[in-house]
């Protein structure tokens, strides 16, 4: 599976931005989508995620509320929609695809990961 992110900008505190991922190959498995993100100096975290069926989605605290993950398995696309934005949210963001064995909220339970897309958020 080849994962290819993309909509991250830069955006005052407040303001909100979409990012995409766009997932090719062997996109038919039952994959959870997540999102990570890594600031600077920082060490990846979990940031949501979304079952295959979109049946159970899981967000960390500091986003819930704010954040919102969708995905669109027609379209083999999984989106994060991120509105009421803060400085501690700028980070590179990476989506993410695995079949788990591992706690969702966990690095290591995704196989396939994109390149990342750079969210900055001035205050």
């Known amino acids: 599976v080849q994962l290819q992110a993309s909509g991250g900008g830069l955006v005052q505190a407040g303001g909100s931005l979409r990012l995409s991922c766009a997932a090719s190959g062997r996109t038919s498995s039952p994959l959870t989508m997540a999102w990570f993100r890594e600031a600077p100096g920082k060490v990846r975290e979990f940031v949501a995620r979304i079952t295959r069926s979109s049946d159970s989605v899981d967000y960390r605290n500091s986003v819930r509320g704010r954040f919102t993950i969708s995905r669109d398995n027609a379209k083999n696309t999984v989106s994060l929609q991120m509105n009421s934005q803060k400085p501690e949210d700028t980070a590179v963001y990476y989506c993410?695809?695995?079949?788990?064995?591992?706690?969702?909220?966990?690095?290591?339970?995704?196989?396939?990961w994109g390149q990342g897309t750079k969210v900055t958020v001035s205050s």
């Open positions: 993410a695809a695995g079949s788990l064995g591992r706690p969702y909220y966990a690095a290591g339970a995704y196989e396939f």
